[in-house]
């Protein structure tokens, strides 16, 4: 016989005797012995269901026996409330791989538990603030961590504003994203053995349960299926294994294959890597990219789609018979 705790739904546990039948060897039910909510009732009534286990199993327990380790127990979570609790597991794990990247160099309190929460608990910025304050004593407003990320969002110098005197004045944040962004790729460089020989570069869409487009957010090609949500477009440059270089954030309308060149020529200006291999999907694919690519003597790879082809290339295409490794050149003319 074993002590099993059973959950109801609205929230209750019952403590229950249960043996497994021998011929079956399925569970069945000795004894209910109580059910609570109180976590201090609990412990009392698994006491009541290990004594009469004993009692069952002919151990008889004297009168003013008693299980000191359960007392303790009680006593002591009596003495504590939930402000005095902390969840620690994610910050000894997570926050040690936080360290370990060098984000730990980045001075602000608020972002490392973001970060963490992200890894650990992702959801909603409601459901974080919720987190936070329950597990970790964290009091943010949610309204400070929807600042707080503005705060990480980079504009472009024309969406800068000018004091009286015509000084640009830059929005707040411009260099916490760049130093999130020059850690990462100081990482992604040294497990990459201190070179960035190839880059892989793919774009996504976002999309808002909102009505009304603004500067960013606006109406256009989604991937999503969701054509009437205002939208931006996330750009992400990676390299082997999926490390991170750098993001960019555009115009839900703009088209993604202008993106390509400006966003590896800005990164690679930044970070001061060289000309890597640049390998992108069907989506980027278009002339315009191929002479762009050329003229900045970038080598690449572009994906394309078969079906696009003329009937001859598609023969072509069909016509081969590689083995892994082989590779083979299609002339389409024009270079």
Do not use: W
């Not at 209910?32 to 002919?58: H, M, P, V, W, Y």
């Not at 003495?79 to 984000?103: A, F, H, M, W």
């Not at 970038?298 to 081969?320: N, P, Q």
């Amino acid at each position: 016989m074993f002590v099993h705790k059973k959950r109801h739904r609205s929230g209750a546990y019952s403590i229950e005797v249960l043996r497994k039948d021998r011929y079956s060897r399925k569970n069945v039910t000795v004894k209910i012995i109580g059910t609570s909510s109180n976590a201090q009732e609990l412990l009392a009534l698994e006491r009541k269901a290990r004594e009469f286990i004993d009692s069952q199993l002919g151990q008889p327990i004297p009168m003013d026996y008693h299980y000191p380790f359960e007392d303790d127990l009680e006593s002591f979570l009596s003495g504590i409330s939930n402000t005095q609790i902390q969840v620690i597991g994610p910050e000894l794990i997570y926050g040690r791989l936080y360290d370990k990247i060098g984000y730990g160099g980045i001075d602000n309190e608020m972002f490392r538990h973001l970060v963490i929460c992200r890894l650990f608990n992702p959801g909603s910025k409601l459901r974080t603030v919720e987190y936070l304050r329950q597990y970790l004593n964290k009091d943010y407003d949610v309204d400070a961590i929807y600042k707080f990320l503005d705060n990480l969002c980079f504009r472009k110098d024309k969406d800068c504003k000018k004091d009286a005197s015509g000084k640009v004045i830059k929005p707040v944040g411009n260099d916490m994203k760049h130093d999130v962004e020059r850690i990462s790729y100081a990482y992604t460089k040294k497990i990459c053995g201190g070179e960035i020989n190839v880059v892989f570069y793919d774009m996504t869409t976002l999309y808002f349960e909102a009505a009304q487009e603004d500067d960013l957010r606006k109406t256009g090609f989604s991937k999503d299926g969701k054509h009437s949500c205002p939208q931006i477009f996330l750009g992400l440059l990676v390299t082997t294994g999926g490390n991170p270089i750098g993001y960019g954030i555009y115009e839900g309308n703009i088209h993604e294959g202008k993106t390509l060149v400006p966003m590896i020529k800005d990164l690679a200006g930044r970070h001061g890597f060289d000309h890597p291999v640049v390998i992108a999907d069907a989506g980027l694919l278009s002339k315009k990219n191929i002479e762009d690519l050329e003229a900045e003597k970038y080598e690449y790879i572009l994906g394309a789609r078969v079906k696009s082809e003329t009937a001859e290339v598609k023969e072509a295409i069909l016509g081969m018979n590689l083995e892994n490794g082989d590779v083979r050149c299609i002339d389409k003319a024009n270079g």
